[in-house]
């Protein structure tokens, strides 16, 4: 008999938000279904890079819609978005989480440990204001009222069944009211690109994206390189900016092998070689420019390398 597969056809591969909501799903349900392997790989499907889950038995739709909201339930309360509204925390504060986390941490409770690491890290600071360095994909930090963590608590406590099961298999309509993490291209609302006037227009977005894309960033951690910090997947490209690379995969690929998927160097260079990557699986490469407009951090539509 063949592996029973569940397709989540909402999910496009070329979308930031929606590439992280699929590393989110992938981590969530591997931390509910211990006794199992949840795998995950990559198919075309609707014009697309879908998602697809594997390696579940015989969980269906409603049995993952479960585990996803298990999860977040259990994410309600964290101290990891506690502590503060948004990264700009002092060394000390952040290193006091840290502490604490890693001596409550456990095989059944590594979301704190998981996500301070993906926030940043206090061996590094700030020299303007000492404050820690953090990750890349922070895009916010209290301006105009948005605020990183802060969010990140409205969408634990806000996000629905329904929503999980309209962002994982029905074409996304951005029907949602805000607050919206700011990792979808749709997000990006310079004058230029919008027919009405931004600051009247109000932020429609996709919540059960944004929530499982959240748990999707403690599978990009940070890391100290000599006197910088750098985050999972991204680079700096002189004269041009900050951009983010992943990797779409076409072997069912559990947590643990996503992790070194999405680390691998070849994947930074500037025409990543697509003999190597394909020897590991690797059927296509995404790459997508963080852009930065006033106080608020975007992605670009990612474009295949």
Not at 13 to 37: C, H, I
Not at 76 to 100: E, G, H, M, S, T
Not at 124 to 132: M, Q, T, V
Request: glycine letters at 8%.
């Amino acid at each position: 008999m063949s592996e029973k597969q569940l397709l989540l056809k909402g999910l496009d591969g070329g979308n930031p938000l929606a590439f992280l909501a699929a590393l989110g799903t992938l981590q969530a349900v591997s931390l509910t279904w211990l006794d199992r392997t949840p795998r995950l790989h990559w198919e075309v499907a609707g014009g697309a890079y879908r998602p697809v889950l594997t390696g579940m038995g015989d969980k269906n739709e409603d049995d993952l819609l479960a585990a996803l909201l298990e999860q977040i339930t259990a994410l309600k309360d964290n101290p990891a978005f506690a502590f503060a509204d948004d990264l700009a925390v002092a060394q000390d504060v952040f290193r006091r989480i840290a502490v604490q986390a890693y001596v409550e941490c456990a095989f059944r409770k590594r979301h704190t440990c998981d996500f301070i690491a993906a926030f940043g890290c206090d061996a590094l600071a700030d020299a303007k204001n000492r404050g820690i360095l953090d990750t890349a994909l922070r895009t916010m930090s209290g301006a105009g009222h948005q605020h990183f963590l802060g969010f990140m608590r409205t969408l634990m406590i806000s996000t629905s069944v329904e929503h999980l099961r309209s962002c994982l298999f029905d074409k996304w309509n951005y029907n949602d009211p805000g607050p919206s993490m700011r990792w979808d291209p749709m997000d990006d609302r310079r004058y230029a690109l919008r027919w009405k006037e931004p600051s009247g227009d109000p932020i429609r977005t996709v919540r059960g994206a944004n929530c499982l894309a959240i748990i999707g960033l403690t599978l990009l951690p940070t890391q100290p390189v000599g006197d910088a910090l750098e985050t999972t997947g991204f680079t700096q490209i002189p004269r041009k900016g900050t951009f983010w690379t992943w990797p779409i995969w076409g072997n069912p690929a559990s947590v643990d092998v996503a992790r070194s998927l999405l680390a691998l160097r070849e994947l930074q260079e500037k025409t990543p070689p697509r003999h190597r990557l394909s020897a590991l699986g690797v059927i296509e490469v995404f790459r997508s420019q963080r852009i930065t407009q006033g106080k608020y951090r975007n992605f670009t539509t990612a474009v295949p390398v």
